[in-house]
């Protein structure tokens, strides 16, 4: 069975940034949060980073606290 693939998004000025992804490539993402960061051509920054992979890491500790219920 597939997984639901997972969805964060950033709206920054007249920008929004979508990041799909299935489960499991958590790692490819924070990756594509960086590469987009270290761009000096894109308003994405580092903070812009850390809020999606913080946002990225709570939605993985409520998964896990539902799991050992």
């Known amino acids: 069975m597939k997984k ?3 969805q964060l998004s950033l709206v920054k000025g007249d920008h929004q940034y979508l ?3 299935q489960p499991g490539n958590e790692a ?3 990756g594509a949060f960086a590469s987009l960061a270290s761009d000096g051509s894109t308003e994405f920054d580092w903070f812009d980073a850390a809020v999606l992979s913080y946002q990225m890491g709570r939605r993985l500790e409520v998964e896990l606290d539902e ?3």
Do not use: E, P
């Open 28 to 30: 490819d993402v924070i």
């Open 4 to 6: 639901a693939a997972r």
């Open 19 to 21: 990041f799909r992804y």
């Open 67 to 69: 799991l050992r219920s």
